[in-house]
């Protein structure tokens, strides 16, 4: 099947453009850009129906439901690239949708059916910093679960700290709870405390979109 998509013997389908992608860390137009295109076309239709919206609980946003509305690619979901605003000892948050020449993050309805997903409660934002590397680069894309807020050791979580937005690894140590970096320079990146509204979950990193490999 992938010699004969290479050597155009077949057409190769979006939803296979999109697994090649994620697979290779490449973005859609680099396997076609006819396919990316499209998608494009598509996502600019997405429709939201007003009656649906509603103020989320964990959200100073509101948000309704999401849906690509187009023939040519029903069966995707985009999730939204934003800039999260918070607000120290807050636990709510704002968020601003971005417009840039980045493709669309589009998933098969099926993923957020298997992981039990709500896109409604999915966005996506850019890493600002080298704190996490190896694991995550500035300039990376990562998906944060706003529904998920439950503690978990090892695990890679957005946080409201102190009003700044930190994508940090929470680790259980001596009864407290602490963020990581993953860069080995820790001297530079120092852990810290998570406790009280100093540090409130904005959510878990469930996804990410890297161009290094």
């Not at 098969?108 to 850019?126: C, D, G, M, Q, T």
């Not at 102190?162 to 602490?178: I, M, P, S, T």
């Not at 530079?188 to 509204?197: L, P």
Request: glycine share 6%; aromatic share 8%.
């Amino acid at each position: 099947m992938i010699y004969q998509h290479i050597n155009a013997v077949r057409p190769i389908s979006l939803e296979a453009a999109l697994i090649y992608a994620r697979g290779l860390g490449v973005t859609l137009a680099d396997i076609s850009p006819r396919l990316a295109q499209e998608l494009n076309s598509a996502v600019k239709q997405v429709s939201i129906d007003p009656s649906s919206e509603k103020t989320d609980s964990f959200s100073t946003h509101t948000a309704g439901k999401v849906g690509v509305a187009n023939d040519a690619a029903p069966y995707l979901i985009e999730v939204r690239r934003v800039t999260l605003h918070l607000s120290a000892e807050t636990v709510g948050f704002a968020t601003d949708l971005i417009s840039d020449d980045d493709q669309p993050l589009a998933f098969r309805k099926s993923w957020f059916k298997k992981n039990n997903y709500s896109p409604e409660k999915l966005v996506a934002i850019k890493i600002k910093d080298k704190s996490m590397e190896p694991a995550l680069y500035a300039g990376d894309t990562v998906i944060i679960n706003t529904a998920d807020k439950t503690p978990s050791d090892g695990e890679v979580f957005a946080v409201n700290y102190e009003g700044e937005a930190v994508v940090k690894r929470l680790v259980r140590d001596n009864g407290q709870w602490w963020l990581f970096s993953d860069n080995p320079d820790q001297r530079k990146y120092r852990k810290k405390i998570c406790q009280g509204d100093a540090c409130l979950i904005v959510g878990k990193v469930i996804y990410k979109q890297s161009e290094r490999i």
